[in-house]
């Protein structure tokens, strides 16, 4: 049976007839629109992000954080050509709107146009950051693309230069859609949609967190936002931006991408086995065929026990289902009794029972516990950049107890030593708070060369941070000493032995590399899984590391020679 057993992360559709789904589980999947039911799949060597339709409907083309987009044939989708000049991920790529032509956004900054044999034809540079939105300006040979600089710029296929660069203020910008008239909506990490047109800039706040995604339906005049917050937007733009309607995203939506399927229907990506349905005018959902996936997300030891949660929601305890949150959770941290989880809903729950204990505005990435005076606390970190620290009283009361404003982007990892909070985001920044009173001790805004995505504490109010530069950092106080790690995909999570001395590791590529930080080697370098290793943490009954996989599996890994 073809269905995803991972998030899907892309959403294209065809003249109401296929629908086509692209996975972390490095799956595409083509499916008939009419039944639901899946034709055909076809994967990528990992994860595949994106995927979108020909004009014709003949072809679908698929970006991959294996650095290629992938050609292939409807309905049978036969690989017919890979398009493989990236040097890091691919995260989405655009058909012209009439030529047999392919252009493909990186993360290694650069914008390309590739035929359908595979053949490149022109690169395009000038972005400083990450590109992460392109699309095909009208019907013309010009090109629009968006990226982590807080640019939007406009590219001549003919020239083969740049035709203008329009500045964002620097806010980061992840989405694009550009009208057959030449008009172009950009989505920012603000909320807000900037609209560019021949007459001027103008800048609509639309929602209270970043904007994902921005998905155009030219024929009907419509275009929909999703955002972190939680909601999606319909705008009529046939003049001006006007809203027309909205709707809340039920648990198993993720806002990373939809698409028209008719004038009314939108599909939508899940954190499940298939897309989800919406209908606009009447507001509603239909999930009936997206069922629960087993990837961990997140794994801890608490009380002698082996703790997992993933997509779906649900705590394992020891391989045996123990709770649920009925939402997407993306870490585990143990505290005062409590064992504190969230995720996309910006939901803090306890794990152990389901409670749900706090709603933040935008979803939720990371915890990290401590004491304060004594009393059990832990420190959440969310996707607009807030540290949430709660306290957990002697009866098992949850309070809120502060917001630090860890970041300005997205808060990736958190970790606490020696009265320290430590915190580094999606903007490549580390921060240092005071747990006495909470204010900010120090700040690096450029501690990685690129997204920082996870942290480990040490001994002696020290830290580890990875990132997808590929480097592990050894911080004492606001200076690092860099260490080049094994790992040739970006570093997704990082954990510490509790001498300090072995560091942890784990990438995207299912790479798990320890580092012993008293010899400078890496003694440990292995690949247990071909799926994502999502968390680490170190197992003290065992001395040995934990390693959570997208595949649904905890792996040990030993910590150098003990």
């Known amino acids: 049976m073809i269905r995803h057993n991972g998030p899907i992360s892309g959403v294209a559709a065809h003249d109401g007839r296929f629908v086509a789904t692209a996975g972390y589980d490095n799956q595409l999947v083509l499916w008939d629109a009419r039944t639901r039911r899946a034709l055909a799949r076809a994967v990528h060597d990992h994860l595949a992000n994106q995927v979108s339709f020909s004009p014709d409907g003949r072809h679908l083309v698929s970006s991959s954080s294996d650095y290629t987009a992938r050609l292939w044939s409807v309905p049978d989708l036969k690989l017919l050509a890979v398009l493989s000049d990236q040097d890091d991920d691919v995260e989405m790529s655009a058909f012209h709107p009439s030529k047999p032509l392919i252009a493909t956004a990186s993360r290694d900054h650069r914008v390309r146009v590739y035929d359908f044999s595979g053949t490149l034809l022109h690169t395009f540079t000038g972005h400083t950051a990450d590109v992460i939105s392109v699309e095909w300006a009208a019907d013309s040979d010009d090109l629009v693309s968006s990226s982590d600089d807080g640019t939007i710029k406009r590219w001549s296929l003919e020239t083969g230069g740049l035709v203008s660069d329009t500045d964002l203020g620097g806010v980061e910008t992840d989405t694009i859609a550009v009208t057959p008239e030449g008009t172009v909506y950009a989505g920012n990490d603000e909320g807000e949609i900037v609209v560019l047109a021949a007459e001027g800039t103008a800048t609509h706040h639309a929602h209270e967190a970043g904007i994902k995604r921005l998905v155009l339906d030219s024929a009907h005049g419509r275009l929909v936002s999703l955002s972190y917050d939680r909601t999606l937007r319909v705008w009529d733009v046939t003049d001006g931006l006007r809203p027309v309607a909205s709707a809340t995203f039920p648990a198993d939506v993720w806002p990373r991408s939809c698409a028209f399927l008719d004038g009314d229907t939108l599909v939508f990506a899940t954190f499940g086995s298939s897309y989800a349905i919406h209908r606009i005018t009447d507001g509603t959902w239909d999930l009936d065929h997206v069922e629960p996936t087993h990837g961990v997300n997140a794994v801890a030891v608490h009380e002698e026990r082996r703790l997992t949660i993933g997509d779906a929601g649900i705590l394992w305890s020891d391989g045996v289902p123990a709770a649920a949150t009925n939402s997407l959770c993306n870490f585990l941290t143990p505290a005062g009794g409590r064992v504190f989880s969230g995720g996309q809903m910006g939901t803090v729950f306890d794990a152990l029972t389901g409670e749900a204990l706090y709603q933040h505005r935008s979803p939720l990435n990371c915890g990290a516990a401590f004491e304060r005076d004594g009393v059990p606390h832990v420190v959440v970190g969310a996707y607009t950049g807030e540290g949430l620290v709660f306290s957990v009283q002697p009866d098992g009361a949850v309070k809120h107890e502060a917001t630090l404003p860890l970041h300005t982007g997205a808060v990736k990892g958190v970790a606490v030593s020696d009265g320290l909070v430590f915190a580094v985001s999606a903007d490549a920044a580390a921060s240092w708070f005071s747990l006495e009173d909470f204010t900010e001790v120090a700040r690096v805004d450029a501690a990685h060369d690129r997204i920082a995505n996870g942290c480990a504490a040490l001994p002696g109010g020290r830290f580890a941070s990875v990132s997808r530069d590929l480097v592990l950092r050894l ?43 008293v010899s400078g080697t890496w003694p440990v370098v292995m690949r247990p899984t071909t799926a994502g290793i999502s968390s680490l943490c170190h197992d003290p009954r065992r001395d040995v590391f934990l390693a959570g996989s997208y595949d649904g599996q905890v792996y040990e890994v030993a910590g150098g020679d003990r």
């Open 475 to 517: 911080w004492d106080g606001p200076t690092a000493s860099a260490h080049a790690t094994p790992h040739d995909h970006s570093v997704k999570c990082v954990a510490a032995s509790p001498d300090g001395r072995y560091v942890a590791t784990g990438s995207y590529s299912g790479l798990v590399a320890v580092f012993d930080t």
